[in-house]
Every structure is written in structure tokens, then in C-alpha cells.
């Protein structure tokens, strides 16, 4: 039977699965890791343009922002016109414009990198990460990556599964199917668990936040609600911290003398765009440092360099303390898990949990298992990790596919 990759593009990573006799491998690259940073980097070396992908790009996001091309899913199969483009131009530094040479308003956004004089669209710059994954798959694999399952998110599937399409073209890859993120964690769980149930997914990733009730049914599972945050995340979580941070350093250096005889009163505003990129790196360094230790040191050298060039900032974080930092975000995602259950038991009013899955890089975090222990009890499954199960899940329906192709097309079963 034909090998099929599950492929999980995410707004801030992504990741490759595939079965292997019957048992779900998520690849790894050389360095042994598993998640992609969705992050394109394009620079000129000899007076050509020239790409790097992942981990090596997002490092470049502190020095050259308008270069470092990230969360581009947000825009696969968008218009110019949409609400997204509106809030990510508030928040990106790259610049994101209307292609003029789009064949359809439905799809016109064109991202421009002026420093090298390039507009690239968002199928382009996407195709850059999926031949990287494809790379990557097949090097560990050692086998050639043909037919691929693409996972998608829940709103705009239309126009989304469209650009999918040209983006398999680009790499020449087969679609053999897409799905749902949420209902692929279904099939990774369906996978290993039989019987009737119904599950919950919570799935946190860096910029987007979903919560589904999903029942199994026959050939595969039924949504029962979803509900969900195209704006709440990881990132989110991140600039809670460099909030404190900054409020830190601000009351740390009030009435201080500088060198000079500089003497400042109300403390400093950081306003240095560079200096604020690389606080914004180490508070996700630490944020994730303390979902496995009590404490970390947050470092950043020459916050204010104009008027001391030896003001770094040195802080300790704790984990109590970023729980702290964090409990409105998590309180929001609770509330609209809880309105997701309400409107599912509104289609069924017996509805009850069997499962809840928890998934998205930021659902790692603790504190967030512990709450929602505390709303829902002792239903987390944690035999799939959040980072994974989307990937596998992938795998998992493609598998079946090609199973029920090999069969003669009969339904395939979760
Ligand atoms: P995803 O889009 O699912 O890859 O999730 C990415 C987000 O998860 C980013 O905001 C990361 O900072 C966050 N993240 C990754 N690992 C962890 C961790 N161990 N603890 C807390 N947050 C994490």
C-alpha cells in the first residue's frame, strides 16, 4: 500500500507523520526535531535572492523583521480585504499588500519584501515550508513523499482547500485528502481508543485557539460544536510577559542615575522596535523554560544603549508568577470551551465527555492541564502530545484512504 504524510501546516510550526507498520512516526529533521517554525527568511547573497526555512529563519526575526515572513497560513486563500489582513498589518512588520495580478479578488494578497524589491503570495512562500517538510520527510523516511493528507483549519475550507491545491501542484505532491485539525486529533484518538465516545479538543497553538465536541460515528466522527479564536494564542501568551518585563525594567530604572548625570524620574519607555523583537523572543523562551522549571532568568543586554549602554535587563520568572500573568488568557479559553459544550448539548442534551484531547504547542503549559482538570475532571488523555497529534492524525486518515482505495473504494472507518 502507498505511503501516505500526514502533513500538519500550523500558523507557527509545523510537522510530518506517516504510519509505519501500523504505528504513527512523527519525522524528525537532522537536528532530531520535530516541529518546523512556519518561517520564511529571505535575504541576497551574491546578488541573488536566496531562502531559508524554519528554525534558521525564525532566529532572524529579531535582526531583520520585513525579511522574516511568519504565520503566513493566516492568508492562504484570503482576500486583501479581509479582517485578518486588517489586525496582522497592526501586529506584522512585513508588509502585506494587494497583488495586483491576482487572478481573483477572493485570493489577491501579495507580501512584499521592498529591501530585496520581491513580492511573493502566500501559496509562494508556503510552498517554500512544504518543500522543506517534503525534504525533511523524505530524508528520514528514506522513501520519496508522493500522496499527502493536508489538515486545515475549521472556517474558510473552500478558498482554503483551493490554494491547497495549487500549493500541491507547486511541489508535486498528491492530495489525497484534507481535513479538519481538530478532526484529525479525533482520528489519532479514534486510532487507538475503539467504541462509541465522545471527545473534546482543545487545541492552543501560537496565534489561534479552537475547542470542538466531536461524537464518533459510523466511517468517522460527527462535530457536535465548535467554537473559537482566530486571534487568542501562544503569541498572546508571550506579550503578557513582555508586558511584566517591561513594567519591570520601567520600575527597576525609575529615579536612577545614568552615566552622565542623566537622572530619570518616571522611568524609561522602551521604544526601540529591535530591543522590544528580542524581549519578545526571551519571554517565549522562558514562557516555555517554565512549563518544565519553577524558575528562570530572563536576559536582554542593552535595553535603554543610548543612555546606558550597560542597562540590561536581568529578571526572574517564576512559574507561579507567569501563571499569574496568563490566568485572563487561560480564563478565556475556558469560557468558550464551556459555551462550546452548552451549544453542543443544545444539539444533544446527553452529551457527555469521554476524552478530552489537548493539543497546540501551548497547551503544554501546566497550569492550563491543571484548569481544565479542575472544569471537566479526570478526562485528559495524554497519550498523544499536543504538538503531535494533528500530524498523526493526518497520517492516520490517509492511511485509511488508501486502505479503502486498496479495498475498492469502500467507506473508510475511523
Ligand atoms: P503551535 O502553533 O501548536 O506549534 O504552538 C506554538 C505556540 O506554543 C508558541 O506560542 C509557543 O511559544 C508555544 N509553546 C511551545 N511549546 C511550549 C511549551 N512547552 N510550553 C508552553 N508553550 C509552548
Not at 508588509?95 to 477572493?106: C, G, L, N, V
Not at 520600575?251 to 552622565?260: A, E, H, L
Not at 444539539?347 to 482538570?373: E, S
Request: glycine residues 8%.
Amino acid at each position: 500500500m502507498t505511503r501516505v504524510f500526514g502533513i500538519d501546516f500550523g500558523t507557527t510550526n509545523s510537522s510530518v507523520a506517516y504510519l509505519e507498520q501500523g504505528k504513527p512516526r512523527v519525522v524528525l529533521d537532522k537536528e532530531r526535531y520535530k516541529l518546523v517554525p512556519s518561517v520564511v527568511y529571505f535575504y541576497e547573497k551574491a546578488d541573488n535572492v536566496r531562502v531559508m526555512v524554519g528554525r534558521a529563519a525564525k532566529s532572524k526575526y529579531v535582526e531583520n523583521p520585513f525579511c522574516t515572513i511568519h504565520s503566513i497560513k493566516r492568508f492562504i486563500g484570503k482576500s486583501f480585504d479581509s479582517e485578518d489582513v486588517k489586525v496582522a498589518q497592526d501586529k506584522y512588520y512585513y508588509i502585506i499588500d494587494r497583488d495586483p495580478q491576482a487572478k481573483s479578488h477572493e485570493m489577491d494578497i501579495l507580501v512584499r519584501i521592498n529591501e530585496l524589491d520581491l513580492g511573493a503570495t502566500p501559496v509562494d512562500i508556503a510552498a517554500y515550508i512544504f518543500r522543506y517538510l517534503k525534504q525533511m520527510a523524505e530524508n528520514f523516511s528514506k522513501e520519496p513523499m508522493e500522496d499527502v493528507v493536508i489538515t486545515m483549519p475549521t472556517s474558510q475550507k473552500t478558498r482554503y482547500s483551493t490554494a491547497i491545491k495549487q500549493l500541491c501542484e507547486k511541489i508535486g505532491v498528491n492530495l489525497v485528502g484534507t481535513l479538519d485539525e481538530t478532526m484529525a486529533s479525533a482520528y489519532a484518538f479514534g486510532y487507538m481508543n475503539k467504541g462509541e465516545h465522545t471527545i473534546a479538543v482543545y487545541d492552543l497553538g501560537g496565534g489561534t485557539f479552537d475547542f470542538s465536541v466531536l461524537r464518533r460515528v459510523p466511517g468517522g466522527y460527527e462535530e457536535l460544536a465548535t467554537l473559537g479564536d482566530n486571534w487568542l494564542g501562544g503569541d498572546d501568551f508571550d506579550h503578557a510577559v513582555v508586558q511584566y518585563l517591561l513594567k519591570y525594567f520601567q520600575i527597576s530604572t525609575k529615579n536612577r542615575s545614568f552615566p552622565g548625570g542623566n537622572r530619570y524620574k518616571d522611568g524609561i519607555l522602551i521604544t526601540d522596535k529591535d530591543v522590544l523583537r528580542a524581549i519578545k523572543t526571551e519571554a517565549e523562551k522562558s514562557k516555555i523554560a517554565l512549563s518544565e522549571t519553577q524558575q528562570t532568568l530572563i536576559h536582554v543586554s542593552q535595553v535603554i544603549k543610548e543612555i546606558d549602554p550597560k542597562s540590561d535587563m536581568d529578571v526572574k520568572l517564576s512559574r507561579d508568577l507567569l501563571e499569574y500573568l496568563e490566568s485572563e488568557l487561560i480564563e478565556r479559553t475556558i469560557t468558550l470551551a464551556l459555551d462550546t459544550i452548552e451549544n453542543a448539548r443544545t444539539l444533544d442534551p446527553k452529551v457527555k465527555l469521554d476524552a478530552l484531547l489537548l493539543v497546540g504547542g501551548q497547551a503544554r503549559m501546566p497550569k492550563i492541564k491543571h484548569r481544565l482538570q479542575q472544569v471537566f475532571g479526570d478526562i485528559i488523555y495524554d497519550q498523544i502530545l499536543p504538538e503531535e497529534g494533528v500530524a498523526i492524525g493526518a497520517a492516520i486518515y490517509g492511511h485509511l484512504l488508501a486502505a479503502a482505495k486498496q479495498k475498492g473504494g469502500a467507506a473508510i472507518g475511523a
